[in-house]
C-alpha cells in the first residue's frame, strides 16, 4: 500500500504561485499514475492534472493549462504541482490521488483511483 501526504498548501494573492507536493511512502511512486483534485465548499471533487507513469507530460484540466504543471522526484518520492497564475476560483481542498492501473481516458474520475491523501487548503485572496 502506499501512503499519500500532502503539503505546501496556503494562503496567497491572485497572480501569485504556489508548490504542492504529494510525498508517498510504502511504496515507489514512480510506478504510479498521480493526479491532482481538488473541492472548493459546496462542490464535487474536480479533476486538475495528471502525470501518468512513464510520462513526463502533464495532463491538465482546461482550468489548469497554461498554468499548472506536474513534475516527480523519484529519489524523493515526491510528486509536485507547481500552480502559477492563481485566481480566487482555484481556492479549494486540493488532493493527491495515485493508483496503479489507470487507463487514459479514465484519469479525470476521482472513483478510478484507490489511495488519497488527506489533503491541503489553497486559498486565492487578496
Known amino acids: 500500500q502506499v501512503q499519500l501526504v500532502e503539503s505546501g498548501g496556503g494562503l496567497v494573492p491572485p497572480g501569485g504561485s504556489l508548490r504542492l507536493s504529494c510525498k508517498a511512502s510504502?511504496?515507489?511512486?514512480?510506478?504510479?499514475?498521480v493526479a491532482w483534485f481538488r473541492q472548493a465548499p459546496g462542490s464535487d471533487r474536480e479533476f486538475v492534472a495528471a502525470?501518468?507513469?512513464?510520462?513526463?507530460?502533464?495532463l491538465a484540466a482546461n482550468s489548469a493549462k497554461g498554468r499548472f504543471t506536474m513534475s516527480r522526484d523519484n529519489a524523493k518520492n515526491t510528486v509536485y504541482l507547481q500552480m502559477s497564475s492563481l485566481e480566487r476560483e482555484d481556492t479549494a481542498v486540493y488532493y493527491c490521488?495515485?493508483?496503479?492501473?489507470?487507463?487514459?481516458?479514465?484519469?479525470?474520475?476521482?472513483?478510478?483511483?484507490?489511495?488519497w491523501g488527506q489533503g491541503t487548503q489553497v486559498t486565492v485572496s487578496s
Open positions: 502525470l501518468k507513469y512513464g510520462n513526463s507530460n502533464t
Open positions: 490521488a495515485a493508483d496503479r492501473q489507470i487507463i487514459t481516458s479514465s484519469l479525470r474520475l476521482p472513483s478510478q483511483y484507490d489511495h
Open positions: 510504502g511504496r515507489a511512486l514512480n510506478v504510479y499514475t
